[in-house]
């Protein structure tokens, strides 16, 4: 069974750090795109970080380049979301989720398999 597990979520001050992990099981997660997307309260899901499977491609949302890292383990089927100095516009749920090579980060209905998501609040 393909599923898709996130976690690392969690309540931090601005200017803090977070790093999600998504641990893949019943798939390969290598041969896939995977990405990281966030949704708050109100708004529309967006992609914040993508990389591809070849892992020779990385987007960011130009609202995280500069503060977030994607990377990927695929000895631990896991990929990691780096996140630092946090903003309170960073609190949403973040979701993992893969699809199909060449799936863009923009294009959340690209992407087939999502985890269940994890919270982060940044608050002071």
């Known amino acids: 069974q393909v599923q898709l597990v996130e976690s690392g979520g969690g309540l931090v001050q601005p200017g803090g750090s977070l790093r999600l992990s998504c641990a893949a099981s019943?798939?390969?997660?290598?041969?896939?795109?995977t990405g990281w997307f966030r949704q708050a309260p109100g708004k529309e899901r967006e992609g914040v970080s993508c990389?591809?499977?070849?892992?020779?491609?990385?987007y960011y949302a130009d609202s995280v380049k500069g503060r977030f890292t994607i990377s990927r383990d695929n000895t631990k089927k896991t990929v990691y979301l780096q996140m630092n100095s946090l903003k309170p516009e960073d609190t949403a749920v973040y979701y993992c989720?893969?699809?199909?090579?060449?799936?863009?980060?923009?294009?959340?209905?690209?992407?087939?398999?999502w985890g269940q998501g994890t919270q982060v609040t940044v608050s002071s």
């Open positions: 019943g798939f390969t997660l290598d041969y896939y795109a």
């Open positions: 989720a893969t699809g199909p090579p060449g799936s863009s980060c923009k294009e959340a209905y690209e992407y087939d398999y």
């Open positions: 990389i591809s499977s070849s892992d020779s491609s990385k």
